[in-house]
Antibody
């Protein structure tokens, strides 16, 4: 069965780099058509897509975050990563990773999310 | 970017009633080569992770009860919840995956009277 779980620092200070890890099972990012996306949600607000990475290492980013995002993967360990540089309080949110495939294209399995607070 | 507008922002219904949620896109989500609308719906219950409900605008995700029905094409889409249950209390989001950046609507909060 497919499962995903996010991990992160919990709290960090403005201007630092946020590093998030998504550890998953039940599928492989070396399999044709598989992908992982990152989505975030500030408390009480809506969902914002951040980035996708695909089995062939294709990467897509939300341009609203300019060049602050870097997505990557480690297929051997079934992990995907997201880094956000120069964080500020507006980056305080719950961060989700989710599986996607290039057949149905929607986020069909989600992790429980990890809460990140940016505070001085 | 494709803008997604959901309405109403909140709605309250009684158990057993039917409710219709709207999702409108700033441009067509219909890809003519496969005749599919690149639109999904998600349900997020209080304190929980979003869960997929509908993909390709009309297909139910595995295990979703048939009281949830997605319809529409092009730029106008609806999620109809028939015979609403107390457990349907949630926020509902639609998402376009036609082009990057992927975008979500701002959500509709379903409350139970």
């Amino acid at each position: 069965q497919v499962t995903l779980k996010e991990s992160g620092p919990g709290i960090l200070q403005p201007s630092q780099t946020l590093s998030l890890t998504c550890t998953f099972s039940g599928f492989s990012l070396s399999t044709y058509g598989m992908g992982v996306g990152w989505i975030r949600q500030p408390s009480g607000k809506g969902l914002e897509w951040l980035a996708n990475i695909w089995w062939d290492d294709d990467k897509y980013y939300n341009p609203s975050l300019k060049n602050r995002l870097t997505i990557s993967k480690d297929t051997s360990n079934n992990q995907a990563f997201l880094k956000i540089t120069n964080v500020d309080t507006a980056d305080t949110a719950t961060y989700y990773c989710a599986r996607i495939d290039n057949y149905d294209w929607y986020f069909d399995f989600w992790g429980p999310g990890t809460m990140v607070t940016v505070s001085s | 970017d494709i803008a997604i507008t959901q309405s109403p922002s909140s709605v309250a219904v009684s158990v057993g009633e039917t409710v219709t949620l709207s999702c409108k896109s700033s441009q067509s989500l219909l890809y003519s080569e496969n005749n599919k609308d690149y639109l999904g719906w998600y349900q997020q219950k209080p304190g929980q992770t979003p869960k997929p409900l509908i993909y390709w605008a009309t297909n139910r995700h595995t295990g979703v009860p048939d009281r949830f029905t997605g319809s529409g094409s092009g730029t106008d889409f609806t999620l109809i919840i028939s015979s609403v249950q107390a457990e349907d209390l949630a926020d509902y989001y639609c998402e376009q995956y036609f082009v990057y950046p992927l975008t979500f609507g701002s959500g509709t909060k379903l409350e139970i009277k």
